[in-house]
Antibody
Framework: EVQLLESGGGLVQPGGSLRLSCAAS????????MSWVRQAPGKGLEWVSA????????YYADSVKGRFTISRDNSKNTLYLQMNSLRAEDTAVYYC????????????????WGQGTLVTVSS | EIVMTQSPATLSVSPGERATLSCRAS??????LAWYQQKPGQAPRLLIY???TRATGIPARFSGSGSGTEFTLTISSLQSEDFAVYYC??????????FGGGTKVEIK
């Protein structure tokens, strides 16, 4: 059974940092690209970042480029999102999502999602 | 960036009736479109990809159609568990992947 379990969310002050983790199980982690998608309270879905299965390529939404860094440790079956210079508008539930693309490449759509971790940026 | 627009924002439907949800892209996304269902407090669930291919385990009452800029998700006979918010997402021109604003399907 595929499972994705996010952790690391919490309350942080504007300008602060946080690192999210997503522990994956039930599939060959290194064979699939992964993404982070967020959802502000009461709002819709916003894609944040993606990483290939090997970790060799990464992509970011303009809203987080230069502040967030996606990475993965395939030996630990874990995806990360390092978030720096956090702003109030980064407040959201952050989901990790498994890409359905083959061979670690980007398919662009997500067949499994974690339960999400809430990040609140406030003073 | 491709903008995805969903309509209506809210759809009131009686159980057993058909629901038709629309999604429009600001430019062609070919058939690179997915639909998701999200219930309160839950993560999104993939329903459809490639505009019309049902994901694993998705009931046949869910169907997707369209290509280019106009897409439709049809739920042929609404069940109680289908009342939720539905999002479309394009993955043709990226980054970024972009989602529509969602359609809430509520009980009439």
């Amino acid at each position: 059974e595929v499972q994705l379990l996010e952790s690391g969310g919490g309350l942080v002050q504007p300008g602060g940092s946080l690192r999210l983790s997503c522990a994956a199980s039930g599939f060959t982690f290194s064979s699939y690209a992964m993404s982070w998608v967020r959802q502000a309270p009461g709002k819709g879905l916003e894609w944040v970042s993606a990483i290939s299965g090997s970790g060799g390529s990464t992509y970011y939404a303009d809203s987080v480029k230069g502040r967030f860094t996606i990475s993965r440790d395939n030996s630990k079956n874990t995806l990360y999102l390092q978030m720096n210079s956090l702003r109030a508008e980064d407040t959201a539930v952050y989901y990790c999502a498994k890409d359905l693309g083959a061979y670690g490449d980007y398919g662009g759509y997500f067949d499994y999602w974690g339960q999400g971790t809430l990040v609140t940026v406030s003073s | 960036e491709i903008v995805m627009t969903q309509s209506p924002a809210t759809l009131s439907v009686s159980p057993g009736e058909r629901a038709t949800l629309s999604c429009r892209a600001s430019q062609s996304v070919s058939s690179n479109l997915a639909w998701y269902q999200q219930k309160p407090g839950q993560a999104p669930r993939l329903l459809i990809y490639g505009a019309s291919t049902r994901a694993t385990g998705i009931p046949a009452r869910f169907s997707g159609s369209g290509s280019g800029t106009e897409f439709t998700l049809t739920i042929s006979s609404l069940q109680s568990e289908d009342f939720a918010v539905y999002y479309c997402q394009q993955y043709n021109n990226w980054p970024p992947y972009t989602f529509g604003g969602g359609t809430k399907v509520e009980i009439k």
